[in-house]
């Protein structure tokens, strides 16, 4: 499989002790205050942690809520699509696929025709082509910053991906499963330049995975929209995963999407129905899950 070549060696960036969330290695001023919350961490299953936080105002000076699914090496990925013309929430697509816990995918339509509008390769097979934004003398203009990036799985582990210059790069990729998503956010240690646009300023709702330098991953959803959860701005989902140890890290879909699941159960706080509770997940077109 082609992945990021990670030559940067760091240490394991959070231990836990005593109920708090510690950071080991990490001087960033504006990512301190993630370790000032009150994290609960829960046992999923063998290498699988689930680890929640409320902050009152004193993340990026504004109320949040992170949930942040920590899987050691070992476990199970998969992406697995909604049922074809037809789009379902992550709880429902978790379900059918017998999944430990889940995040929402990438980028899609919620009108017909419905589906991913980013590349979507499951089992070995093209299920979907990325959608550009518009064309001139009959070649694409160029990948959006939703498209700069990916997520593939191979004979079941988890990496990475940052796009080259190749107009079929997604397809050259080898893996069983590939999704197109982005912005990337940090390559190889380091962070990724973002585009200073809308779409990465406001704060939303946010899902992103990243990996750690031994191969955890880490799902991380931030809620958002709503007085108890501010939301964060691309800058600042950049920051935290940084924080967390992500030595890759890329942005997914986010906004209504952003949904976590473990065990059945909507961990995090969906927005689509403007309430700070489990019941306004949206559906979508695909998901990230988690099997033992």
Request: proline share 4%; glycine share 10%; net charge negative.
């Amino acid at each position: 499989m082609r992945r990021n070549d990670n030559t940067t060696c760091l240490l394991r960036a959070c231990s836990v002790v005593v109920g708090v969330l510690m950071v080991t290695s990490l001087a960033a001023q504006p990512t301190e205050m993630l370790w000032r919350g009150a994290w609960q961490h829960e046992p999923v299953a063998e290498g699988i942690t689930l680890h929640r936080a409320a902050f009152d105002g004193s993340l990026f000076g504004a109320n949040q809520y992170l949930c942040v699914l920590e899987v050691a090496p070992g476990a199970r990925f998969d992406i697995v699509p909604a049922e074809e013309k037809k789009l379902e929430k992550t709880t429902a697509i978790a379900a059918k696929s017998g999944a430990v816990a889940a995040v929402n995918g990438s980028f899609f339509n919620m009108a017909a025709p419905y589906g991913s509008v980013n590349y979507l390769r499951v089992d070995g097979r093209e299920l979907a082509p990325n959608a550009y934004d518009g064309y001139e003398n009959d070649t694409p203009r160029g990948r959006s910053i939703r498209q700069t990036g990916a997520v593939a799985t191979f004979q079941g582990a988890l990496y990475v991906l940052k796009s080259d210059s190749i107009e079929r790069w997604e397809h050259d990729i080898e893996a069983e499963d590939v999704v197109t998503t982005g912005p990337v956010l940090r390559v190889g240690g380091e962070d990724e330049l973002l585009v200073k646009n809308d779409f990465n300023s406001r704060r939303n709702p946010r899902t992103a995975v990243g990996r750690r330098p031994d191969g955890t991953v880490l799902l991380v959803v931030a809620d958002g929209r709503n007085k108890e959860a501010a939301g964060l701005s691309m800058r600042e989902l950049q920051l935290v995963m940084a924080a967390l140890g992500c030595v890759d890290a890329i942005n997914l879909d986010g906004g209504g999407s952003t949904a976590m699941v473990v065990d059945g159960t909507v961990v995090n706080h969906p927005s689509d129905n403007r309430k700070f509770d489990a019941a306004g997940e949206r559906p979508v077109a695909n998901a990230i899950i988690v099997t033992r």
